[in-house]
């Protein structure tokens, strides 16, 4: 059974650093590409940042882009996303998603960790 | 970027009925269009992947169509358990837009 578990979301101040973390199971983890996906409370879904099976190669929404950094740990079967210079607009909940193969979408998602930025 | 125009923003339907939730997708996106499934306090679901394929475990009742620019999700027979957010999303390019969903309840 394919399971994605975040950890590590919170209250943070603004301007501070925050890194989340997605623990992957029932899957070859080294085989998919991975993604964050978040929602601001009581809004929609946006896409926020993928890497590529290997790492190799990263992408970013312009919101994010210098701030927030997507990586992977393939022996460990974790993904991770280390933001920095929070601002109160990522205040949301952030999804660890798998990519679907072949293909863009995500067919499986964790639970979900809420990340607060206030003062 | 690629806007994905999501249609109604809520719809009130009654069991068995049929819906019919629609995307406008800004340019050409090909079959690269995604539909989910948000139930109430959940993590979405994809139902629906390629425009029109059904993902693994998706009830039959569901089924996606393409028109051009315009992409439809439709539920054959309006279940209890349908009840929740349906968000539609271009896989064509980053960055990888969801539409701003569609709220079904039940009437």
């Known amino acids: 059974e394919v399971q994605l578990v975040e950890s590590g979301g919170g209250l943070v101040q603004p301007g501070r650093s925050m890194k989340l973390s997605c623990a992957a199971s029932?899957?070859?983890?080294?085989?998919?590409?991975m993604a964050w996906v978040c929602q601001a409370p009581k809004k929609g879904l946006e896409w926020v940042a993928t890497?590529?099976?290997?790492?190799?190669?990263?992408y970013y929404r312009d919101s994010v882009k210098g701030r927030f950094t997507i990586s992977r740990d393939n022996a460990k079967s974790t993904l991770y996303l280390q933001m920095d210079s929070l601002r109160s607009e990522d205040t949301a909940t952030y999804y660890c998603?798998?990519?679907?193969?072949?293909?863009?979408?995500?067919?499986?998602w964790g639970q979900g960790v809420m990340v607060t930025v206030s003062s | 970027d690629i806007q994905m125009t999501q249609s109604p923003a809520s719809l009130s339907a009654s069991l068995e009925e049929i819906v019919t939730i629609t995307c406008q997708a800004s340019?050409?996106?090909?079959?690269?269009l995604a539909w989910y499934q948000q139930k109430p306090g959940k993590s979405p679901q994809l139902l629906i992947y390629?425009?029109?394929s059904l993902a693994d475990g998706v009830p039959s009742r569901f089924s996606g169509s393409r028109s051009g620019t315009q992409y439809s999700l439709k539920i054959s027979r309006l279940q209890v358990e349908d009840i929740g957010i349906y968000y539609c999303?271009?896989?064509?390019?980053?960055?990888?837009?969801f539409g701003a969903g569609t709220k079904l309840e039940l009437k």
């Open positions: 390629g425009a029109t």
């Open positions: 340019q050409d996106i090909g079959n690269w």
């Open positions: 029932g899957f070859t983890f080294n085989n998919y590409d």
């Open positions: 999303q271009q896989a064509s390019s980053a960055p990888y837009t």
């Open positions: 890497i590529s099976y290997d790492g190799s190669s990263t």
């Open positions: 998603a798998r990519h679907r193969y072949p293909g863009i979408c995500f067919d499986y």
